[in-house]
């Protein structure tokens, strides 16, 4: 992989979009929001929010929701061929399923500086290991995707009940919503004195994490990820002793 520009970047951008799209679904649906898109051939084959909450299922992330309406549709070989567009990196169990699934490359919006698997963390898309290794870039719409996470931690907790969350996204597409479990999670307590904050440190370019089994160079405890163009930036990460 050379570092640089990203090539049709309009055309990355187009289905990150997407990506935000269902983010603001999710964040509409009381859900942390994170939303993605998998595009294959220039078509979405598989949309996903998070759904958590409604599920009270911890690994409904919003890439497995997408892969189980992929799998419903397709043989899991197709996903060689895929590309996944996040508004956030990938925790450490998507970035290793992803990597189980051969996708082919990952586009995301911010850094998940807890849990990520593609370089904010960990680099699980391309430690040494049985799987081949897939690209991993980032910073496409990245202050849209901080505000989203940002709107969600601040707002009160809403009252009753929550909107119904999707998971046939062809029906949602159609503007129609379906509750996919009947169930609303209970409330936890309301969050107090917080403030949303607007400012965001910028980043002259996108950044590029470790693509192709390259490894992110460390130093004093913090991986440092190369980025597009040449430059660089530091992202805090927990390291094994």
């Known amino acids: 992989m ?12 187009g289905f990150m979009r997407k990506a935000i799209e269902m983010a603001e679904l999710a ?6 929001p994170v939303g993605c898109v998998f595009v294959h051939d220039g078509e979405v084959i598989g949309r996903g929010i998070n759904g958590t909450n409604a599920s009270l299922n911890g690994t409904r992330h919003a890439e497995f929701v997408a892969l189980a309406e992929i799998m419903a549709k397709h043989p899991s070989s197709i996903l060689a061929q895929t590309d996944l567009y996040v508004t956030v990196e990938p925790c450490i169990m998507c970035a290793s399923a992803l ?6 490359a990952v586009y995301f919006g911010c850094l998940n500086d807890r849990f990520g698997g593609c370089g904010g963390v960990m680099t699980v898309h391309s430690d040494p290991a049985v799987d081949a290794a897939y690209p991993v870039y980032g910073g496409l719409f990245r202050e849209e995707a901080i505000m989203l996470l940002r709107k969600f931690y601040v707002q009160e907790n809403a009252k009753g009940e929550r ?6 996204w062809d029906w949602w597409e159609e503007g129609l919503l379906i509750d996919a479990f009947g169930i609303v999670a209970p409330d936890p307590k309301p969050k107090k004195n917080r403030e949303l904050k607007t400012e965001i440190l910028p980043i002259s370019t996108p950044y590029v994490a470790t693509p192709g089994g390259s490894t ?3 130093e004093k405890g913090r991986i440092v990820v190369p980025i597009l163009e040449k430059v660089e930036v530091v992202a805090k990460a927990q390291l094994n002793s």
């Open 2 to 13: 050379v570092f640089g520009p990203i090539p049709d970047r309009e055309y990355h951008e």
């Open 99 to 104: 990597r189980q699934y051969a996708i082919r």
């Open 163 to 168: 909107l119904p969350l999707v998971f046939v």
């Open 27 to 32: 964040l509409s649906s009381d859900e942390t």
């Open 216 to 218: 992110p160079t460390v």
